[in-house]
């Protein structure tokens, strides 16, 4: 078969691989603990189970307008005013299967071939993905442990050309479980405010596990709004990966196009979901506060087990549910580190190149897991660095 020459262009996200070779194992009779993907362990809570339930009942089974259920656009919109303080109307927001949709939608309506897009990295894989599908130029913006992988305004502002059209930002981050100041976020604004070309792509879909204070919109500067596409969804706050909803909450002028695209690819996100994604955001927020404080819990010792073991360093997440350690002294490529940590040590993780190539030296691990299970994997991990370090 010969297949369109821009599929050479489509990346991966190898947490996906790494799961499946991992239940392969897990099938020979191995025991693994799952690091690797990226979803919280907790169930999604009841009372969006019965808004589900009911909704299927009710006869929520067919077509729906293509930006989403108008009440749950009306939830998302005022859920966005609430927690970033912008004022935004339903008619901003179009509700995805997922929050994907949201990255290629925008990059389809914006980015022409040749135009350059900023992204950070380490960063979530599928930005540089899509930005080389589109035919645009990536650029990244390096993320350093140094400064605990927080972004560098002067540097950033070094990398704007006559030919960038946008820039991503991720806050909190995925790997590095940063997350960005109000003076940084701040700093960025004063720094896009005068460039009327650039636009913004805020991904926020971690902005409800943030372990002081709460979520930090560039789209809440003054003046920003106007060019700032919010990403955001249901998976990861409310643990709901599998229900596949997402949304973005875009300028005004951007909302027809971006329609379009949905019309022509998803036609809309499934009707029942969407009910119990009212649910989500208008019922009790317990179980959501709970699970933070869990994760809290989890990334402590994580990261205090981590900064036990010889050889690796580890800043300490402030969102997000992923420790991004550094294992440059072990002599080992992290993809090395990955294939010997499910081979030898049976703990599945991820290689910090799969979020680029600032991220080579780091390997990220998910504590969405007990902390039993933490601990089993740690005391494997110090094993598997003990036996590296000795052999060098």
Same mark, same amino acid.
């Given at each position: 078969?010969?297949?369109?020459?821009?599929?050479?262009?489509?990346? @991966?996200?190898?947490?996906?691989?790494?799961?499946?070779?991992?239940?392969?194992?897990?099938?020979?009779?191995?025991?693994?603990?799952?690091?690797?993907?990226?979803?919280?362990?907790?169930?999604?809570?009841?009372?969006?189970?019965?808004?589900?339930?009911?909704?299927?009942?009710?006869?929520?089974?067919?077509?729906?307008?293509?930006?989403?259920?108008?009440?749950?656009?009306?939830?998302?919109?005022?859920?966005?005013?609430?927690?970033?303080?912008?004022?935004?109307?339903?008619?901003?927001?179009?509700?995805?299967?997922?929050?994907?949709?949201?990255?290629?939608?925008?990059?389809? *309506?914006?980015?022409?071939?040749?135009?350059?897009?900023?992204?950070? $990295?380490?960063?979530?894989?599928?930005?540089?993905? /899509?930005?080389?599908?589109?035919?645009? =130029?990536?650029?990244?913006?390096?993320?350093?442990?140094?400064?605990?992988?927080?972004?560098?305004?002067?540097?950033?502002?070094?990398?704007?050309?006559?030919?960038?059209?946008?820039?991503?930002? %991720?806050?909190?981050?995925?790997?590095? &479980?940063?997350? /960005? @100041?109000?003076?940084?976020? *701040?700093?960025?604004?004063?720094?896009?405010?005068?460039?009327?070309?650039?636009?913004?792509?805020?991904?926020?879909?971690?902005?409800?596990?943030?372990?002081?204070? &709460?979520?930090?919109?560039?789209?809440?500067?003054?003046?920003?709004?106007?060019?700032?596409?919010?990403?955001? &969804?249901?998976?990861?706050?409310?643990?709901?990966?599998?229900? =596949?909803? +997402?949304?973005?909450?875009?300028?005004?002028?951007?909302?027809?196009?971006?329609?379009?695209?949905?019309?022509?690819?998803?036609?809309?996100?499934?009707?029942?979901?969407?009910?119990?994604?009212?649910?989500?955001?208008?019922?009790?927020?317990?179980?959501?506060?709970? /699970?933070?404080?869990?994760?809290?819990?989890?990334?402590?010792?994580?990261?205090?087990?981590?900064? *036990?073991?010889?050889?690796?360093?580890?800043?300490?997440?402030?969102?997000?549910?992923?420790?991004?350690? $550094?294992? @440059?002294?072990?002599?080992?490529?992290?993809?090395?580190?990955?294939?010997?940590?499910?081979?030898?040590?049976?703990?599945?993780?991820?290689?910090?190149?799969?979020?680029?190539?600032? +991220?080579?030296?780091?390997? =990220?691990?998910?504590?969405? $897991?007990?902390?039993? %299970?933490?601990?089993?994997?740690?005391? =494997?991990?110090?094993?598997?660095?003990?036996?590296?370090?000795?052999?060098?």
């Amino acid at each position: 078969m010969t297949v369109a020459r821009r599929m050479d262009r489509l990346g @991966s996200e190898s947490a996906f691989e790494v799961m499946a070779r991992a239940r392969a194992l897990e099938a020979e009779g191995r025991d693994i603990v799952h690091l690797e993907i990226g979803e919280p362990d907790f169930p999604t809570p009841p009372h969006i189970v019965e808004a589900g339930v009911e909704a299927l009942r009710e006869g929520y089974t067919h077509y729906g307008p293509t930006a989403g259920d108008p009440e749950l656009r009306e939830a998302i919109a005022a859920h966005v005013q609430r927690t970033r303080g912008v004022a935004v109307g339903p008619d901003q927001v179009v509700v995805t299967p997922g929050g994907k949709p949201i990255i290629f939608f925008t990059l389809l *309506a914006l980015v022409q071939q040749g135009d350059e897009v900023i992204f950070p $990295n380490p960063g979530f894989p599928i930005y540089e993905s /899509m930005i080389r599908y589109v035919g645009a =130029r990536p650029v990244p913006m390096r993320l350093d442990q140094a400064s605990g992988f927080h972004v560098d305004l002067d540097d950033l502002a070094s990398r704007i050309t006559d030919r960038t059209r946008l820039v991503v930002l %991720n806050s909190p981050n995925n790997p590095c &479980g940063s997350v /960005m @100041s109000y003076a940084e976020v *701040a700093g960025l604004a004063s720094i896009l405010r005068g460039r009327d070309r650039v636009y913004v792509l805020s991904d926020e879909i971690y902005s409800g596990i943030v372990y002081t204070g &709460g979520p930090r919109s560039i789209a809440a500067e003054p003046g920003m709004m106007e060019r700032t596409i919010i990403l955001d &969804g249901f998976s990861k706050s409310y643990a709901m990966t599998g229900w =596949r909803l +997402g949304y973005g909450v875009f300028p005004p002028e951007l909302v027809p196009h971006i329609v379009k695209l949905a019309v022509n690819s998803v036609s809309c996100a499934a009707t029942f979901t969407q009910r119990a994604a009212i649910a989500a955001l208008q019922g009790p927020q317990d179980a959501t506060r709970a /699970m933070v404080e869990e994760f809290r819990r989890r990334r402590d010792f994580m990261v205090e087990g981590l900064r *036990a073991i010889p050889h690796l360093t580890c800043a300490e997440p402030e969102g997000a549910f992923y420790a991004f350690p $550094n294992i @440059s002294k072990l002599g080992v490529s992290s993809a090395r580190f990955e294939e010997l940590a499910l081979q030898e040590a049976g703990v599945a993780l991820l290689g910090g190149q799969a979020f680029g190539r600032f +991220g080579e030296g780091h390997v =990220r691990l998910s504590y969405a $897991n007990s902390l039993e %299970n933490i601990a089993h994997a740690l005391e =494997r991990l110090g094993d598997l660095v003990r036996r590296l370090a000795g052999s060098r």
